[in-house]
């Protein structure tokens, strides 16, 4: 198989999607990596992350968003209106945070004026912020009431074997994905930060099956590769605000070094520890998805957040952090300062970004401030 | 920070020109007006309040009062907890601890000082507070940030699932200054028996977490006359909200603030029913008389701010109002959601209703009560769900007959931002004129007032009203 293109993941998942739809599957999109997407999948759906990529206009997404709104939203908006989502089944909004929440009414309200965009699958999946014994038991019911309207929705059934084989399913792609990071080891050192997370990204739209094999495959390929490949680069970790295009990874890899871990919605931050496969799925999932959850929409998780960036930081031996927010992006952003002046505090260096979401819309600036952080560690 | 502002602390410095100006309305008229000449920036709040008679007087009394409670909490021995507007203090009163409201203080130093609370507005950015966060938190936590405030000791917030933004600041402070922290969570729904049950489920963890900081147990007695007072304050509130929908509105307009500003500080409390009283007297006085509340008298115009009212700098909005004739009928901040509102015949489950019967009736009270505080009730699912955001502004202009709707708020409000302009639209509809208002409610330096009252003038007169 050729991954000559370290794009090459999210392209094959793209056509995976579009060849799911070919052969009359369902597909419904959804928004936040909340999401417990083994119901969907249990449902024979298939899920598929929405992103926003590739969008070089916002008229769509500005007129029905406010001007202090996080691009990425509105990017998924901007597709949404034109037409590019027209193959969903569905969509599942998720009140990640509060411009996401907002996208339930921007996108149904432009449906008004561009026809077809909204499917008649329109779900508000609402997430408690904390995950205390009650939110915990919120949460449940809101799974149920998810599964009780696929049912309804589809015409499927979704029962409690349907979840399990749906959880072991995406648990498999999960322990991949875990040994797939031990490529990205020092000791090791084989496999790139654009691919680890082009392959992440592309974890969030393949059907899982298919997902697991190719990741299968892909790794088979890495093993064989000289270790030592990234050997006497400097080791970045990226941290922050939603990001599912490449090329602030790759830039930071341009510069001479290597992304050798990322906490990152779309990447590994998405998928976690496992989910329990020998208890009840529903309350499985809620554990898995509220209580190790490691987004700072979580408030008041700061502290427990620092440990496993710290913890992440050692395993990986890294020499520096990249923080990066999308404007407007307050939950990202806040929490990068308190993690940077708390990092430093221990001798990590540390830099903070702001951007713009999807492709670099300034890239001399980013590339200047990333070359600066390169000098100061070298 | 410039640094003379680091010679103060801010709490100490707020009741400072509070207590003062109340001291100013003990002489007669002719030594108050000499005095006014002596305060060029700051008698744009006081003469307008001081002017309202006996209710302004109240009003700098009870700020005055706050103010004081937080800079000698720590010596009174009581424990202080940061806190956001949305937040009904009554709770901590029941539990003898102060409230420190990032937003009241925020309003404060907005209203009153030249140059606003700019030093710690930045502040806040300097320390890696993101800049487009909320201005309303921003204008006073810069303060507590740079240890120019009381030493906070704990924080709680109800925040998360209504406005992210807001918990945040209380989140991001809580893991800067190490403080223990507290959020209540709102689901995305109101009257559902699961929502109903969580309201309540948090509360208790929130009363635990009192409990915990302060050492105070929760007192049944105590409770009950903080709950008492509120019924009697929500009572007023009905009798003044009926009469604000005559037309013309007999409430002078600065009544608005006085109405959610003495809530926030003092839900609960019986110098807050005095001054409710006050004012009712007056609004009574002048709907016998069929009068307008407004200083010229004449009412051209009935508009419903659908969010917040603008503070920066002075009280410039409500005089601009006035001069036009224009009455503002209540904000989101101003309306309280007793089941008995006037504004809630037909949707009184959307209400809460006060049940003093024992501890777990108070407690309950409590928790449905928090859940319908302003922006809590109606802001925390999407805006054109059952009792939200759109359903609820409609609501009170048809119930308070307003001619437009404005919306104002702040850069940092992503919440609102994110759906105002299909908002706008639906609201136009409905044949509401509606008006986005794109300065800063708490920083002059987005869009001087100038120019938001230019745009104001523009609104009123390219849209006919006037």
New interface residues.
């Given amino acids: 198989m050729k991954h000559a293109t370290t794009a090459g993941p999210i392209q094959r998942a793209e056509e995976s999607v579009q060849n799911w739809k070919q052969n009359g599957g369902r597909v419904v999109g959804y928004t936040c990596s909340f999401l417990p997407v083994e119901v969907l999948s249990a449902a024979n759906v298939l899920p598929a992350r929405l992103r926003g990529t590739g969008v070089s206009q916002a008229d769509i997404g500005d007129t029905y968003f406010g001007p202090y709104i996080c691009s990425y939203p509105k990017c998924i908006l901007q597709r949404a209106g034109s037409g590019q989502f027209s193959y969903l089944d569905g969509v599942i909004i998720i009140p990640g945070c509060d411009s996401m929440r907002r996208l339930d009414e921007c996108w149904r309200k432009a449906g008004e004026d561009f026809q077809g965009i909204v499917p008649d699958f329109f779900f508000h999946f609402g997430v408690p912020h904390k995950a205390a014994d009650h939110s915990m038991a919120w949460f449940s019911s809101e799974i149920e009431r998810l599964i009780r309207s696929l049912e309804e929705h589809f015409g499927v059934s979704i029962g409690e074997d349907d979840l399990r084989k749906a959880i072991t399913l995406y648990n498999k792609g999960r322990e991949m994905i875990a040994r797939l990071n031990n490529f990205r080891k020092a000791s090791v050192n084989t496999l790139s930060g654009e691919e680890a997370f082009a392959l992440s990204v592309a974890g969030t739209l393949m059907p899982r099956d298919e997902y697991n094999q190719y990741l299968g495959e892909y790794m088979d390929e890495v093993s064989s590769r000289k270790p030592g490949l990234y050997n006497g680069k400097t080791r970045f970790m990226l941290v922050g605000s939603v990001s599912d295009d490449l090329q602030l990874i790759s830039m930071a890899e341009s510069l001479g070094g290597v992304v050798a871990a990322e906490t990152l919605c779309f990447g590994q931050r998405h998928e976690g520890d496992l989910i329990g496969e020998n208890e009840e799925p529903v309350s499985a999932m809620v554990r898995h998805y509220l209580d190790e959850s490691l987004c700072p929409r979580m408030l008041g998780g700061y502290q427990a957040r620092l440990k496993s960036l710290k913890e992440k930081i050692e395993e990986m031996e890294i020499d520096g952090v990249i923080f990066q927010n999308i404007r407007f992006c307050d939950l990202h952003g806040s929490e990068n300062a308190i993690f940077e002046r708390d990092l430093e505090a221990m001798g990590i260096p540390c830099v903070r970004i702001e951007r713009e979401y999807g492709a670099l819309a300034d890239t001399g600036r980013l590339r200047m401030r990333l070359e600066a952080f390169m000098e100061r560690m070298t | 920070m410039r640094p003379e502002i680091k010679e103060y602390n801010i709490d100490w410095m707020i009741w400072s020109i509070i207590k003062t100006a109340g001291r100013t309305t003990r002489g007669s008229d002719k030594e108050f007006y000499a005095m006014l000449e002596y305060v060029p920036y700051f008698r744009g709040i006081l003469d307008p309040i001081v002017r309202e008679g006996e209710a302004g007087k109240q009003f700098l009394e009870l700020v005055g009062e706050y103010m004081g409670n937080i800079v000698n909490a720590h010596d009174d021995g009581k424990k202080l907890a940061m806190t956001t507007f949305c937040f009904s203090p009554a709770i901590l009163y029941a539990m003898d601890i102060m409230p420190v409201t990032l937003e009241a203080i925020s309003t404060l130093g907005a209203l009153m000082w030249r140059r606003g609370t700019y030093d710690y507005l930045d502040y806040c950015c300097e320390?890696?507070?993101?800049e487009?966060?909320c201005s309303s938190q921003r204008g006073s936590l810069g303060a507590y940030l740079a240890g120019l405030g009381e030493n906070i000791d704990m924080i709680v917030c109800d925040s998360?699932?209504v406005?992210?933004?807001n918990?945040?600041a209380?989140?991001?402070t809580?893991?800067?200054l190490d403080k223990p922290?507290?959020?209540l969570?709102y689901?995305?729904?109101l009257v559902t028996d699961?929502?109903t049950?969580?309201h309540r489920?948090?509360y208790y963890?929130l009363i635990a977490f009192l409990e915990e900081q302060s050492g105070n147990k929760i007192d049944e007695d105590r409770l009950r006359d903080v709950l008492t007072e509120l019924q009697k304050q929500d009572e007023i509130l009905t009798d003044i909200e009926e009469m604000q929908s005559l037309v013309p509105n007999p409430m002078p307009i600065l009544y608005n603030l006085f109405i959610y500003a003495g809530r926030f500080f003092f839900a609960g409390m019986d110098n807050y029913t005095r001054m409710l009283e006050t004012m009712r007297d007056t609004v009574s006085a002048n709907a016998a008389e069929k009068k307008s509340g407004l200083r010229s008298g004449k009412e051209n115009l009935r508009s419903l701010f659908c969010y917040i009212d603008h503070f920066a700098v002075n009280l410039s909005l409500w005089d601009w109002l006035d001069e036009h004739g224009i009455t503002q009928v209540g904000n989101i901040l101003s309306k309280y959601y007793n089941a008995d509102a006037p504004y809630l015949e037909g949707s009184r489950e959307a209400g809460y209703t006060i049940n003093t019967e024992n501890l777990v009736s108070m407690i309950d009270t409590m928790a449905q009560m928090n859940a319908r505080m302003p922006m809590v009730l109606s802001i925390r699912?999407?805006?054109?769900a059952p009792y939200m955001w759109f359903e609820n502004s409609l609501m009170l202009a048809k119930v308070f007959s307003a001619d437009c709707v404005v919306y104002n708020g702040t850069?940092?409000?992503?919440?609102?931002?994110?759906?105002?302009?299909?908002?706008a639209?639906?609201m136009e509809k409905e044949g509401l004129p509606t008006y986005i208002m794109y300065g800063d409610a708490f920083d002059e330096r987005v869009e001087s007032w100038d120019a938001t009252a230019e745009r104001l003038e523009e609104f009123f007169r390219v849209r006919g009203l006037l």
């Fill in positions: 320390v890696g507070f993101t487009t966060s998360a699932g406005c992210d933004t918990a945040n209380f989140a991001f809580s893991a800067y922290f507290y959020q969570n689901p995305p729904e699961r929502t049950s969580y489920e948090d963890g699912g999407p805006y054109d850069p940092g409000c992503r919440n609102t931002w994110g759906m105002i302009k299909p908002f639209r639906d």
